[in-house]
């Protein structure tokens, strides 16, 4: 099946920094790309969607200017978390929509990031 | 706005025992729903997707059901294994933007060797 990575797997930084999360579609392209947060004991939140070439669509409550999404080629999707704080702590994932493998629903997930904010 | 519940929250059973994992969703209006599994700090993994129009899917060990019209999906795990440990997650994305899966919270199984 269609694989996608993630990079890094995990992250350490100090707070106030800025750390970028790649996600790239191996052997497919991905138009579509979905970036979800994760807190332990929790399910996954939808935090944005990725289009290939244009703005990103972010769900209410996610702050745009703090969580930079970039969809700059069709098998790479990143995620900057801009001066980050310890409470965006989490577990990152992303996933990505193949067009070519049955539908709208098939979507294929990472190996997600885990970041920690000291 | 969908809404995902999963109960247990957590399960434990020996190793061999036939068990059931429940998913229910608010709204009907389904464009399928799909069950996952995840290891701990790892991504998910796709286990079966059951169309709306479908009552059931079958994988292995795996069969996964659904009810539209009470709002509910099970997931049957037959002779379950040590390996089987895992969380399993259901999502049930909405008609109106099948791309948006909205997660339950979980069902944390662990399967006593």
């Known amino acids: 099946g269609a694989v996608v990575s993630q990079h890094p797997s995990r992250v350490i930084c100090k707070s106030g920094t800025s750390v970028k999360i790649e996600c790239r579609s191996l052997?497919?392209?991905?138009?579509?790309m979905f970036w979800y947060r994760q807190f332990p004991k929790q399910s996954l939140m939808l935090m944005a969607t990725s289009n290939e070439g244009s703005k990103a669509t972010y769900e209410q409550g996610v702050e745009k200017d703090k969580f930079l999404i970039n969809h700059a080629s069709l098998t790479l999707s990143t995620l900057t978390v801009t001066s980050a704080h310890p409470e965006d702590s989490s577990f990152y994932i992303c996933?990505?929509?193949?067009?070519?493998?049955?539908?709208?629903?098939?979507?294929?997930f990472g190996p997600g990031t885990r970041l920690l904010v000291l | 706005k969908q809404e995902v519940t999963q109960i247990p929250a957590a399960l434990s059973v020996p190793e061999g025992e036939n068990l059931v994992l429940n998913c229910s969703f608010t709204?009907?209006?389904?464009?399928?729903l799909q069950w996952f599994r995840q290891d701990p700090g790892k991504g998910l993994t796709s286990l079966l997707l059951?169309?709306?129009?479908?009552r059931e899917q079958t994988s292995g060990r795996l069969n996964a059901s659904l009810d539209k019209s009470s709002g509910r999906s099970t997931l049957y795990i037959a002779a379950s294994q040590p390996g089987d440990s895992a969380t399993y997650l259901c999502?049930?994305?909405?008609?109106?933007?099948?791309?948006?899966?909205?997660f339950g919270s979980g069902t944390q199984l662990t399967v006593l060797p």
């Open positions: 999502a049930a994305p909405l008609l109106g933007d099948a791309r948006q899966l909205t």
């Open positions: 709204d009907s209006a389904i464009y399928n």
């Open positions: 052997d497919f392209q991905a138009t579509t």
């Open positions: 059951i169309q709306s129009s479908q």
């Open positions: 996933s990505a929509r193949d067009p070519l493998a049955g539908g709208q629903e098939t979507q294929y």
